[in-house]
């Protein structure tokens, strides 16, 4: 039995490294794609729009996340309605509060209504999810991600928090919950097991996938094989100094 077989969870590649994203299209377990501005820069991307292009014409059949950067109402509208324009396969992603602490809800009411399926992004709590479905159209489909790693980074359990955000979702039965920001490859099956539509991870986290099941005691063989070769490898010494014979001592 396959790892697929136990996960109902959707597995989308988080990323911006396009070679990366294109080899990810080839793992039956990916079903779509999330990146953002911030992973763009680091991965060096300059032209925005020219590489979502590339990226679209690379996977033109799975759903790929493209967010918006404007700041205000206006001009996240505005760039949202272009964003869609770019594939029929196009998630828009739009924060769920501007830099200001604003709440987005007339740019998501006013897109939503439009037939725009939204990746609404940087969800911390409940509250947050339960404002953002009130304004999602019932007729359009949308993505509500919820940073639960970064939830998890302040101490707080994400489980319980994703099951109540799992609850403000309730009434919007096209609208899917997204545990973003994992932070280990046990939260691919915590969120499965809480009962999250999608997750997202990065290439690496998804590479761990394969030691699904692993005998332990072979891996913990591995490991110290690991630091051995490494040791060697580095020609460490640790120049053990020995006592000197005291003169005259043994027969």
Known sequence: MSVADN??????ADGAD???????TKNPLVKGFTTNPTLMRKAGVTDYKGFALKVLQAI????VSFEVFADDR???????????TWGA?????????????????????TLSSEGIVLNVTAIMTPEQVKAVADNLDER?????????????????????????CLDNLAGKPKAE????SPRELLNIFQANDTGCHIITATNDLIAK???VGKDLNDYSRETVQMFYRDAVSAQFDIQIQRPKKAVGAGA
């Open 89 to 109: 396969n196009v998630n828009v992603k739009i924060p769920v509060m501007t830099t200001k602490g604003e709440f987005t809800g007339e740019v998501i009411r």
């Open 18 to 24: 396009l070679d990366g994203m294109i080899a990810m």
């Open 177 to 180: 919950l997204l545990w973003a």
């Open 60 to 63: 033109p059949n799975l759903p």
């Open 74 to 84: 206006d001009g996240m509208i505005e760039q949202g309605r272009e964003i869609s």
């Open 140 to 164: 359009t489909p949308a993505i509500i991600s919820v940073f639960a790693g970064r939830v998890a980074d302040t101490g707080r359990d994400p489980v319980p928090h994703m099951r109540k």
């Open 7 to 12: 996960l109902k969870i959707k597995l989308f």
């Open 209 to 211: 996938l394969s030691l």
